[in-house]
């Protein structure tokens, strides 16, 4: 999306990937008009859901070296975005949108990422299609999927609310429900205690 296109005021919002924290967003680069807007192939690539998440993935040092990926859903379509911001798009009817967001939100699939994709990369990194396509997601079940995606649920009824950022209790809220999912990625991929305590940092 071109910058030069964005204006104050508008009728859809444009985000650049600063916007965007987990399953939230905050604030927003300007507004495109009706009139800025001439469908094509790229325009209806926007107007449809998708995940969006931060395209530059910076590596952190402390408390130990690791990378988080951050993204966030735009379930109505109506968000455009900057090329800082990736968008994903399920083409599988099989898995649903909220839990993908949930499996990238997590610290397994970051863990993961961070490791065996990025090889432990120092540098800034891009989460684009390449990298994204390397993730491995396991075969849900309908009941994973539901059970997954209730919480997240509960979490965008959060991040979503007006005070979000200023309400340190809606904020320790969210991340027991990220301590939620975060244990049921665990149990399916069927980590031990061990695994879990590599992850999550506590060993090497």
């Known amino acids: 999306m071109c910058r030069s296109r964005i204006n104050k005021k508008g009728d859809f919002p444009v985000i650049g990937g600063a916007n965007i924290f987990k399953y939230g967003l905050n604030g927003h ?14 325009v209806e690539f926007f107007k449809q859901p998708k995940i969006i998440s931060q395209n530059i993935i910076a590596h952190i040092q402390k408390p130990f070296p690791h990378m988080m990926i951050i993204a966030s859903l735009d379930n109505a379509g109506i ?13 599988d ?7 993908i967001l949930a499996m990238l939100n997590s610290k397994l699939t970051s863990w993961y990422s961070y490791k065996f994709i990025y090889c432990s990369a120092i540098r800034t990194m891009h989460f684009d299609e ?11 079940t309908k ?32 991340k027991e429900y990220e301590k939620e999912i975060d244990q049921m990625v665990y149990e399916r991929y069927g980590l031990t205690e061990e695994e879990i305590k590599i992850v999550e940092g506590n060993i090497n």
Do not use: C, M, W
């Open 79 to 91: 968000v455009f975005n900057l090329d800082t911001v990736n968008n994903t798009i399920i083409t």
């Open 93 to 99: 009817k099989i898995y649903d949108h909220k839990f």
């Open 29 to 42: 680069k300007g507004f495109l008009t009706k009139k800025d807007i001439h469908e094509n192939r790229k």
């Open 143 to 174: 009941n994973d999927q539901q059970n997954i995606s209730a919480i997240v649920d509960r979490i965008l009824l959060l991040t979503h609310s007006d005070d979000y950022q200023q309400n340190p209790t809606k904020q320790a809220k969210v």
């Open 130 to 140: 390449y990298y994204i396509g390397k993730i491995p997601i396991f075969r849900a």
